[in-house]
Structures are given as C-alpha cells and as structure tokens.
C-alpha cells in the first residue's frame, strides 16, 4: 500500500507539474551556456584586430572618455590580458542599478558594437525563475524544484528491482516494445540524470526560498552574509559591488544580469534598501569625490604598481573608481585559468605607499565557502568543469523526455485499467461516477471491434451518458453473458462487420452462443450503432444489422432503427448522437473520431512484379518529417487525393477558375479539390464556399504496415485497384501513379492491436497471400530483431518466377535461421492450382503440434477466398472449439481485407 501511495503520488505530480519542469530544464539548459552564446553572438564586440603596440592603460582609456565624454561618470574599467580581447567601461546611467557597459577597443579606445541578446537572455531567465510572471511564478517553480526531488526519490524507491544489475539499473533495452519500453526509457535514463537532478533541485531552491537558504549555509557551515554587511558607508560595498559587476569574465560585465550569489541579494526588499544607501552614499562622495587629475593619478600608479607587485598571472583586472582621496584602489581580477566564470579575486592597493595592503584569493577559500560564494556557477555545472557542465545540460535539455513518456505511460495505463475494469463488468468511463444520478436506469454499452474503431465509439457514448449523470456499463460482446441481457433493460450495440459480413474475430463466440438462442427479451429497449464501408455493398453494416434483427425477433424494443457509419464518418456517427438525444431527452454533447493525418515523404515507389498475370504490385517506402514509432501489425491509414487531371476535368465542368481563391481556407479552389469527392452530384451554387460544402471529403484509405520502426522507414506492399470502368482505385491510383516520389503524403499510423505481435518467443504461424504479406513482414522482422526463432510462413501468390515478393529478404531469414519453416503456394506453376490452405491440410500434423506447443497463428491477406478458406481448413484440423478458444486467448489474430 505504501509503494502504491508513492505510485500515485509520483505520476499524479509528474502529469501536474512535468510541463512546468520541462520549461524549467529547456530554458536553464539554454541559460547556463549564456556567456558562450552572447560571445559567439558577438565576436566584433568581444575580440578586436591585433596591433603591434601595447593595449592603453586605464588611465589613458579614462583620459580618453574625459576628453570626449567629460559628462560620463565612470564607475571602472576592465583590462583583458589577452591580446585580442576588448576592455570594457562601466559608467553610471540613470535607471541601470549596476551601471551600463561599453566595450572599447583596447588600442584605440573606439567604442565597439553593442552586445546583441541581453534581452532574450533576460527573457530565458524570468521564464527559467518565475515563468515571465513574477512571484505567482516564482512561487510555481519553487514547488515545481520540491516536487523534482521528490521524483528522483520517489522513482529510485518506485523501480528498486528484487535482482540488482548493472545493465538493469543503466542500460536501455531497445527491444521491448509498446508501455514495456516506454517504462524502460522512463527509468533508465531517469536513473541516469539522478546526480544531476538533485544538484539542480537543490541548489535551484536558493533563490526560492528565504528558509532553504538559510538551511543550507548552516548545513555547509558557512556564516551568512546580513543585508547591512552588503552596504557598508563609505562605499566599500559599493566598491566591492562594481568590482564584481565589472569582471570581464563575468556576465554582469558583459550587459546581461544574473543573480547575485552567497547572500548578495536575499529578497528584493533588501536589494532596494542596499540600492538606496548606495545611491545616498554616491552622492554624498561625489561632492567630496576625487578631481580626474588626482582619479588619472590613482589609476596610473594603481595600474603599474599593481602588475608589479602581484606576482602571479591573470586574465583580467577590474579597477574601481576610487570616491575618496585615502589612497586605496579596489581591484578585482581573474585568474589565467579560473575554476569558473565567477572565480573572482580581490585586492585593495594603496597606490601611494605603493603596496597590496589586502589580498582575497579564490583559491585560499575552503570548499563550503567557494561552494555557497558561488552558488550560480554550482547550479549550471560550470563549478565542476566544462564536462560536467555539458552533461549537467544535456540532462536539463532531457527533462521533456520525463513528461513525455510519463503522459504516455499515463494514458496506456489508464485505457488499460478501463478495459480491464469494463471486463469485470463494473466500470463507467472517465472517472464520472461522483456525478450519476443514482435513481438513473444502468445503460449497458456492448462493442464488436476488430480494429479498435467500435471500442473507441463505445466509450465515448459511455462518456458522453456519463456527462448526462448516467451510469454506464462497458463490455465487449465475446464478454456479454444471458444473464446481462435479462438482468439489463437498456443496452446499446456498436458492431463493426468484418469480412465479407462476418463478426469480428473476438464476437464470433457471442454470434455462436448468444445470437444462436431464443430468448425472452420484452422488457429490453435497444439500439445498434453498425460500422462498415459502402464500398462492400453486399455486407455494409451486416454484423450489426443482424444483432438489430435478433433483439426484435427476441422481443426487445428498437429505441430507434439503426445507425449505420459509413469508415467512421463523423456525419454518421453525429447522427447516432442525435437519435439517442432524442430518444433519451438527454443533453449528450458532440461526438466524432477526429483524425490527424501527418505529413510524409514518399521515398520509393517500386513495382514488384513486372509481367505479372495479377495486378501491378508495388513496394512503397515513406519517411516522416517527425518523430514516429509503431508496433508490428498496425495500419497506415492514408488521406488520398485526387489527380490534377481529375481537378482540371471538374473544374472546367463546372465552369469555374482554380485559381479562385476559398477565403475561409485562404488557399485556392484547386488546392482545397485535392481531397473531395469530386463524382457527387452537385446542386446550383452562388459562391466556392457553397461548392465546397457539397463536396465531402475522400474516404481514407488503409494498409498493412511492412517494416518496423528499427528499419528508420515506413514500407506498405500496394496493389493497384480498378473499378468496372477501368479506373484506377482511389488509394492504390494516389499512392502508386499520382504521387511522386519525394512528394508529400497525408499518412496516420493507427494501432492494430488485435494484429500486435506477441511479446514472449512462443512460435507464431504467418499465413498470408499477395500483399498479405506486408503485415506478415513486419511480425517477422520484430521477430528477427528480437532474436525469435520459431517463426513458420506459408505464402501464396500466382507464379514463383514474377510473384515471390520479397524473396530475398524471406531467404536470408531462411539462412540465418530466422525461418523455421517455409511453405510456399504458387497457384499458376502447375496445371491444379494449390493455394496456402492446401499447404495446411498438407501439414496438418505440424500444424497440431505447432499448437501443442503453444504456437499463435496471424493470417494477412484478402478474405476474398484465402482467409475464408484458411479459416475453413483450421477449423477442419483442429475443431471449431479450439478455434473460438484460441481466439479467445488471442492465439488467432486476423487482419484481412
């Protein structure tokens, strides 16, 4: 109970606050390289062209400014030991608390250009801090940097396995599939960001919160800084402040701002005191502040007496303006090679007694007080070195990747659960159940699906009840039993026809079982939702139309007469949600399946069987301009359009331009034709807008997908189609005809899953012809990725010699032992035809123990013939009961056409 108590915490958190952290770690990935960035940005600002004489000295820059800017107050300059490197001056403007920056020539003093990306810098910082809306945002990711180490905890605790490994622990398995491998990605490289994570999160929190910072320079056993210490009279701490502000090597030299460390800034309420005493201070020393002769002087005798007398090298030094006339200037310089980008050491030299009266190291510190005097560079990694850095990035960068997968294992286990749930029979969709009305009468939702598309329907119906304060029951048929149907008074029936008006493959036990009876069913009303396609005339909708049968003849009552969905045509479909409105006096709200068709690159278009007795074949191969995965047995789902031609060709039967432009679709008519139906009767119309509405769109088209995400391409196997007149088919003409390559298709990858392979290395039995054979591919090559066996094909198609598709591919499975077993039915090689249900009753004995053995059979192809007699001949071999039993295990997978 307590590991599930951490579960729940831990994704109910992730989903909630896992946008807020990917923020976090894009943009901080992107700020802690801000000074490489700015520089790269800025080359003509931070480098100039190198001159045979010596870079000017402070004192001359100054005299420089004088002599051309005399209103200029300068607050310091910053000399590069480098040859190549700038100088920079920082002076006082009025609204800039730290002072402007002008980087100069160093040879000639001429001003540089001014330093490009200080506001988008800005902007990544806020959006980092407080996502750009100040406290509200502060204090959201503040909790979001809590909430992150309780995921690194909470993760460790929640994957801790009973056998320890190291490639348990670290590496990731590519060959799980589906949420197996999801979890995998998750984990893995969760466990390789711990360090990481816990570092940013920890030291994060220090510009949080007042209690945390305060913890942990007690824990590091560092005094801290108080505000008064910041400010002191007199200007020290001012001096100090410039000294840091101006360090070349740090980014506030550079115009662009970063928090202030190790107590600089506690709270805004101190920084606006601090500024106020310092501005009081400046004033006061200003009216008694040094003449530029006697400032010319200091910075001179400063300057040459300061390189002499400190005996070690550095990459820059920063000199203070000094206000009074004691005789001290405050320098800050870089070491040759720092520790980090705020690596800063501090010197006070009194240029009339010509001496170092006061040296602060960096290098002399302990570690606890470099750590929390440079809380910034801890932060961004750049403490710990350029690799840590890097790596500390690229973990910041991988954030999204926790959100992400952390969203689709959500979203897996949540369907999972409802279907597992809806099995038991007591389950409403989506969570609902506080608002039913508990005098409402049950509705009972039943679904037939083969490809997922009915199951989906049925859940939104459940959900759309369950708005309306209905209870709801979900099953799938194979799972209705009599005493649902006598025990139920409404139920709702969403059924797909499959094959040549067959149930799907799961229902075929409730049409034997259930349909079969007679029963007495006078008190239950009903009605049926029936899927199928109008381009198989003869058995449209027949599966659901024959359960509407069965209620009537059985004494149910029709609460209307039955939709029919014509390839789930949200029309259709929003019919079903209107006639149940009505009969219900329901307020339900709007259904439909939208789909999203992405763009793809048509890469190759192949023709497999050049003088072929059949139809032309052709091997199509696709690539996405996005990230895409999929599992073996899904289905490409196509969006075809229709060919110039036929677009010229309608276009002049209606007399109108192309070139028109549709202003609700800011493209013109021409490009708005490519996916309507263009064969539908068209009625008068008086503008492009009212032509279009009476023009639906295409039906999709679907494929069997032949490859798998390893092989980095989308490969179907499409046969051309024509009709009575001899056109070509809407899908295979689009695909293999109009559309070049190179040239974009609409394509969307939908899960198949009663087609998805097995998980374990159980043998499987393909059993496919023509361009059956694509799904069949794709089985084999997950197979073969995962080092399986115990695969056995039986292929059909017309002549060996211009008709074995992929024969080379099935070969070299053959020779490395992928293939256990291959059987091969060329029907036209021989005067009697043999097909691939011949090669089973021939092997029917293998075919027993192939079974015996636990062995899963997939059957892809047509079922025009093949997969009716495959079906046949399995139940002849192995009894009409272990058929519906294998079924029922999903040891029979189909997916035919």
Known sequence: MFKKTFFQIHWFLGITAGLILSIMGVTGAIYSYEQQITRWLNPDSYTVQVENKAKMTPAELYQHFQSTQPEMKINSITIAKAAE???????????????????????????????????????IQQLHRNLTVGPVGKQITGASTLMLIFFVLSGLYLRWPKKHSFKQWFVIKPKLKGRNFLWDLHAVVGTWVVIFYLLLACTGLYWSYDWWRS????????????????????????????GENNNPQSQENRGQRVERTQGDAPNSQQVRGQDAERNIDSSKSEKKGLKPEQINLALTQSWTGFNSKIGRDYSSATLSIPKKADGQMEISFVDATPQHERARNKATFNYQTNQIEKLDLYEDKKLNEKIMGSMLPVHRGSFFGPVYQFIAMLAALAMPLFFVTGWMLYLKRRKQKKLTLAAKGGITGQGLTQNIDPNATPWLIAYATQTGVAEQLAWRTAISLQEAKQPTIVKAVQQLTVDDLMQNSQILFIASTYGTGEAPDLASVFE?????????????????????????????????????????DNGATALFETIEVNNSNNDDIQRWNTALTASTQ????????DKVFDQWKLTKCKLLNPNSLGEPAYHI???????VTWQAGDIAEIQPGNSQNRIDHFLKSQSISGDTIVPSLQMTLAQALWNRDLTVTIQPFQNVEQLLTQLPALPSREYSIASIPEQHRLALVVRQQRDAQGELGLGSGWLTQHVSVKDTVALRIRSNES??????????????????????????????????????????????????????TIQAWQNTAMLKRLDLAFSRDQEEKIYVHHKLRQNADELKQWISNGAVIYVCGSIQGMATDVDHALNDILGADLIDELRQQGRYRRDVY
């Open 85 to 123: 490197e700038s100088s920079t001056i920082n002076y006082a403007k009025e609204g800039a608390r730290r002072g402007a920056t002008l980087m100069v020539n160093p040879y000639t003093a001429a001003t540089l250009p001014e330093v490009k990306g200080k506001d988008f810098f800005q902007f």
């Open 215 to 242: 913890g942990m320079f007690k824990v590091m056993g560092v005094e801290q800084p108080k505000p008064e210490m910041q400010a002191t009279a007199g200007g020290e701490g001012q001096k100090r402040a410039q």
């Open 512 to 552: 034997k079982k259930i349909l079969s009876q007679k029963l007495d069913l006078s008190h239950l009303k009903f009605a049926v939702l029936a899927l199928g396609s109008k381009e198989y005339p003869d058995s449209y909708c027949l599966f659901g139309h024959s359960i509407a049968k069965w209620l009537k």
């Open 586 to 593: 329901l307020d339900l709200q709007t259904m439909s399946i």
């Open 621 to 627: 191969e696709l690539q996405a301009h996005h990230d």
């Open 755 to 808: 087609f998805h392979l097995i998980t374990d290395d159980r043998p499987i039995i393909c059993i496919g012809n023509g361009t059956g054979i694509a799904g069949l591919l794709s089985l084999l090559s997950a197979r073969a990725h995962l080092g399986y066996t115990e695969n056995w094909l039986i292929f059909g198609e017309r002549q060996h010699n211009v008709d074995y598709f992929f024969k080379d």
